[in-house]
């Protein structure tokens, strides 16, 4: 699995291996648009009369401290190696790196465990059910932080002006309130819609990133304008393999959904580190090994793509 990175944005691979037809690449703070008739609820951008719930967050890079700066200054923000006290009642917004999970699980009491929610995106489901923790919820975050201590830019497209940040689980109304409280857009959904959103968002870093990483120095917006034939490929391979294995129907237009977002955060380099050694037979060393055969019959281009890199 890759790590993929920006100047101003952290991508963070899946702790687990996944199933071959979705060996994703995964992050955390970028969106892929999507509208979905799913909605549980939508709540708009602005500060309710409901009072945002006290929370415990894990972790104070940009995005825990952006959640806490939206609290009334009654949250608890746990660091790096400490661990998650038993008595504050609440969510625990978990906010780190995704390797970082199990050193975060291990420092949470178990009997907090159902009230974790996770701001990680990609395919974590491998992960969470092998900890017991089949109906985890998460959190969509499709708002970008620049630098810490700024204020959060909510992701919103030509096609999903409304935003597209979204919540699943029981704290799931609680973070919208949170959220709205800092001025951002936050949709609660359901698990199926839920998990279709985050499936966007994981082939639209994969396409855009990749395709970024093979003409150095483009940026999201240059992939789109410049490349979209190269990012159309991606795009169908990468969703015919996620639909057949996940036994889901997207929506259709998706790659105009995707090209829109990467309009909107156009100005957004491009880069794609840590991805396991390929070998020459193209199989890909490490935890994804025997993944070797089938990731090469089903998404030959986002392989090759890791495999040889830039084009110069």
Known sequence: MATLSTSSLLWIHSPKPISPKLA???????FTPKKSSSIVMAAPPATTATEVVPAIIVGGGRVGKALQDMGKGDDLLVKRGEAVPLDFEGPILVCTRNDDLEAVLEATPKSRWNDLVFFQNGMLEPWLQSKGLNDAEQVLAYFAVAKLGEPPIDG???TNPEGLTAAYGKWASAIATR??????????????AFQKQMLEKLIWICAFMLVGARHPGATVGVAEKEYR???SSLIAELASAAAAEKGITFEEAMEDRLCAYSRAVAHFPTAVKEVKNCSSSGGMDGSTQSLRRQLLRENQIHVLCIQHGSKS
Not at 24 to 30: I, P
Not at 180 to 191: F, I, M, P, Q, T
């Open 24 to 30: 994703l690449f995964t992050a955390t703070r970028f």
């Open 179 to 192: 959220l709205n409280a800092g001025g951002l857009s936050c949709k609660v959904l359901d698990k199926e």
């Open 156 to 158: 919103k497209t030509d």
């Open 229 to 231: 034939s190269e990012v």
